[in-house]
């Protein structure tokens, strides 16, 4: 009715509703939400990225994703280690950036800050809400250092972190598209992602991102993040994998 009236459809006016001259015109939220990302994007877009990279190409790279299982359960927060193929897969009971900040902070103190500073130098995801949290990602919070580098892909440009993509072809031979998240436990998801980072690579000389990123990390770091060594033999990545974790 207020529109048709602010049409000229009818003989009276707004000023003829009380009511209707005191609202406020709503903001429009959709262009808060661009300005606020525009500003969260600002020194950390892809070409920033690059930038970076060009001037220090011996930075430690680290890929950040998340993979749904059902729409509005459970997700994975995944990590890869360029370098190594290491993938880290965390569950999250909700894809929010609470849950991916307390995520990263819990890595933080799993390695120190030292190490975390060296091994996740530089962070790429996407433009996900549940990543618009970079301060919280990049800082010690207890000192206020800046101790990691977030940049943000093109919109609409996954392939520009390409590596863990790939990657998530791991989790679907075990948890196909579609399968819910909601009864895993982060017991189980060590499981499966201790059997990825077992595979061996062709990229890597048939080695395995476990068995590689013993150059960065050592056994009992990498036991803190949740990821162990299975034997060759005992690999699996089918969707029984979960189901004979149990033992």
């Known amino acids: 009715m207020y529109n048709y009236v602010e049409l000229g459809v009818f003989s009276f006016k707004n000023i003829d509703l009380p009511r209707k ?3 406020r015109k709503r903001k429009d939220s959709k262009k808060q939400r661009i300005r606020r990302e525009t500003a969260i994007r600002k020194g950390r877009t892809y070409e920033d990225f690059k930038e970076y ?3 220090h190409p ?4 680290v890929e950040m994703d998340t993979v ?10 995944t990590l890869l280690i360029r370098q190594s193929k290491l993938m880290l897969i965390y ?12 995520a990263i902070t819990r890595i933080k103190d799993a390695l120190g800050i030292e190490t975390f500073k060296k091994v996740f130098e530089v962070i790429l995801t ?8 970079p301060l919280g990602i990049e800082k010690d919070e207890e ?13 609409e440009a996954s392939w520009q972190k390409g590596t863990i993509e790939k990657n998530h072809e791991y989790i679907r031979y075990v948890l196909p598209k579609g399968t819910s998240f909601d009864e895993l436990t982060q017991e189980k998801v060590n499981i499966l992602m201790s059997n990825i980072n077992s595979t061996s690579r062709d990229i890597l000389n048939g080695m395995t991102p476990y068995d590689a990123t013993l150059t960065i990390l050592t056994k009992g770091q990498m036991k ?12 699996n990545l089918s969707p029984r994998l979960l189901k004979e974790g149990d033992k």
Do not use: W
């Open 21 to 23: 001259v005191r609202y």
């Open 68 to 77: 749904e299982g059902k729409k509005g359960g459970k997700v994975f927060l």
């Open 224 to 235: 803190k993040l949740g990821t162990s060594k299975i034997d060759a033999d005992e690999v």
């Open 58 to 61: 011996d930075s430690s790279i």
């Open 143 to 155: 000192t206020g250092e800046i101790i990691s580098h977030m940049f943000y892909c093109d919109p």
């Open 53 to 55: 990279i060009g001037k």
């Open 126 to 133: 996407d433009n996900g809400p549940e990543f618009f949290n």
């Open 91 to 102: 569950l999250l009971e909700q894809k929010t950036m609470e849950c991916v900040t307390n």
